[in-house]
C-alpha cells in the first residue's frame, strides 16, 4: 500500500509518501516541502490572507497530482497552527476538500503534540525520561516522556511567525518591541514551567527546523565551523548569545548568517527569545537536537490504528524498531491517551 502525508503548517506545506512493506516498515520513496507562509499577514488578525490560500491551494493542487501518479492508496492530510485559529480555516479546509479532493482536516494543538512524540520516538529511540520541545511558525508543543507513557503535553500560540507578527515592527527590532516579546512569552510558558517542575527528566531535545537552524547558526558563531548535523545542541549561554546577536540584527545580516535558512530569518530571533525563556523558565542547561517530526507521527500513527490489530508482523516489527518494553508490550501503543493536554493552554499575550 501507498501511503500519502500531508502536513500544512504555518510556514510550510509538506508532502511525504512511502510504501508499506509487507514486513511493516515504511519506505520513503517522495519527499517535498514548499514554503509558503500560510499564516503570513494573518496571524495577528486571525485570519488567512487570499493571497496566502491561493499559495497553500497551488501547492496542494501540486501534491494532489504527484499522489495521482505516484498512486497513492490512502492519503492522511492535517492542518495546524495557522488553519485551527483561523477564522476563515474551516472555509479554507472545505475549499481544499471540495476542489482538490485531499481529505485535509484540522488538528487540535493536544493532537499536534502526540503526533510529534510519535515521530521523535520513532527517529530517535529513547526510554529515558525526556522532554521535547517544537517551535513552528504558529505553535509550540512541550511534550515529557519515557518511550512507554506520554507524561505531559502542552501546545501553546509562541509560533516564531506568529510572534513576529504580534511583535516585531522594526529592522532591526526597537527595544521595546524585543522586551515585550521578552515579557510575553515568559507569561506565556510560566504555567508550563510549573507544571515540568512535577515532572523528572534526565535529558531534553529540540525537533523542529528553526530550532535546529538556530543550533548550527550558534555553532558557527561560537565555533566558527559547520556542525555535526547528528551531534547538534545549544546550551543557555550560548542561545542567549545569538539571541543578544540576533536582537541587534537587520534582516539584511541574518539572511548572511550561516546555518540559518534565509527565508526565515525573521523567525531566528521570536524563536530564538522563546526557546530561551522555555529553557530558563524548566531549567534545561542543554538542549539536543533530535530528527522526527509530525509527519512521521502521522505515519505511525497511521500503521497503529490501521495494521496492528490484524497484522502481528506489523507489531513486530514496530517492537524492532521502537524496542519492547520488559512485558513485551509496544512502548507507545494504547498508551497515548486522545485526552486534552495536562495543563491549560494560555491564549494569546496581547501587547
Same mark, same amino acid.
Given at each position: 500500500m501507498t501511503l500519502g502525508i500531508i502536513d500544512v503548517g504555518t510556514n510550510s506545506i509538506h508532502l511525504l509518501i512511502g510504501v508499506l512493506g509487507l514486513n511493516g516498515k515504511f519506505h520513503v520513496i517522495l519527499k517535498e516541502r514548499d514554503l509558503t507562509r500560510l499564516g503570513e499577514g494573518g496571524l495577528a488578525n486571525g485570519r488567512l490572507t487570499a493571497r496566502a490560500r491561493h499559495r497553500a491551494m497551488?501547492?496542494?493542487?501540486? +501534491?494532489?497530482?504527484?499522489?495521482?501518479?505516484?498512486?497513492?492508496?490512502?492519503?492522511?492530510?492535517?492542518?495546524?497552527?495557522?488553519?485551527?485559529?483561523?477564522?476563515?480555516?474551516?472555509?479554507?479546509?472545505?475549499?481544499?476538500?471540495?476542489?482538490?479532493?485531499?481529505?485535509?482536516r484540522i488538528i487540535s494543538g493536544g493532537e499536534e503534540a502526540r503526533l510529534i512524540y510519535l515521530?521523535?520516538?520513532?527517529?530517535?529511540?529513547?526510554?529515558?525520561?525526556?522532554?521535547?520541545?517544537?517551535?513552528?511558525?504558529?505553535?509550540?508543543?512541550?511534550?515529557?516522556?519515557?518511550?512507554?507513557?506520554?507524561? +505531559?503535553?502542552?501546545?501553546?500560540?509562541?509560533?516564531?511567525?506568529?510572534?513576529?507578527?504580534?511583535?516585531?515592527?522594526?529592522?532591526?527590532?526597537?527595544?521595546?518591541?524585543?522586551?515585550?516579546?521578552?515579557?510575553?512569552?515568559?507569561?506565556?510558558?510560566?504555567?508550563?514551567?510549573?507544571?515540568?517542575?512535577?515532572?523528572?527528566?534526565?535529558?531534553?531535545?529540540?525537533?523542529?527546523?528553526?530550532?535546529?537552524?538556530?543550533?548550527?547558526?550558534?555553532?558557527?558563531?561560537?565555533?566558527?565551523?559547520?556542525?555535526?548535523?547528528?551531534?547538534?545542541?545549544?546550551?543557555?549561554?550560548t542561545l542567549r548569545q545569538l539571541v543578544r546577536w540576533l536582537a541587534a540584527s537587520t534582516a539584511a545580516e541574518r539572511i548572511r548568517l550561516p546555518g540559518l535558512d534565509p527565508r526565515r530569518e525573521d523567525l531566528a530571533l521570536p524563536t530564538g527569545m522563546a526557546l530561551l525563556a522555555w529553557m530558563e523558565g524548566c531549567g534545561v542547561t542543554t538542549l539536543r537536537y533530535a530528527p522526527g517530526s509530525l509527519r512521521e507521527g502521522l505515519v505511525i500513527d497511521y500503521l497503529l490504528k490501521h495494521h496492528q490489530r490484524h497484522h502481528r508482523w506489523i507489531e513486530a516489527s514496530l517492537s524492532e524498531r521502537f524496542g519492547a518494553n520488559g512485558s513485551g508490550e509496544l512502548p507507545v501503543v494504547r498508551r497515548l491517551p486522545a485526552r486534552r493536554d495536562a495543563a491549560r493552554i494560555p491564549r494569546r499575550s496581547h501587547r
Open positions: 497551488e501547492v496542494l493542487a501540486r +501534491y494532489a497530482a504527484i499522489m495521482k501518479r505516484c498512486g497513492v492508496d490512502r492519503v492522511e492530510a492535517v492542518a495546524t497552527s495557522a488553519v485551527r485559529d483561523a477564522a476563515n480555516g474551516a472555509a479554507f479546509v472545505r475549499q481544499v476538500r471540495r476542489r482538490l479532493k485531499l481529505p485535509l515521530g521523535v520516538l520513532q527517529a530517535h529511540p529513547f526510554h529515558r525520561s525526556t522532554l521535547i520541545i517544537t517551535i513552528g511558525g504558529g505553535s509550540a508543543q512541550v511534550i515529557h516522556g519515557d518511550g512507554a507513557h506520554l507524561r +505531559y503535553r502542552a501546545s501553546l500560540p509562541l509560533g516564531g511567525a506568529r510572534l513576529a507578527q504580534w511583535f516585531i515592527r522594526h529592522d532591526p527590532p526597537r527595544p521595546d518591541e524585543v522586551l515585550a516579546l521578552d515579557q510575553a512569552v515568559r507569561r506565556a510558558w510560566a504555567p508550563v514551567a510549573r507544571a515540568l517542575r512535577r515532572h523528572r527528566w534526565r535529558q531534553a531535545v529540540g525537533s523542529s527546523a528553526t530550532i535546529c537552524q538556530l543550533m548550527a547558526a550558534a555553532h558557527r558563531l561560537t565555533h566558527g565551523s559547520t556542525p555535526n548535523g547528528t551531534a547538534l545542541s545549544i546550551s543557555q549561554r
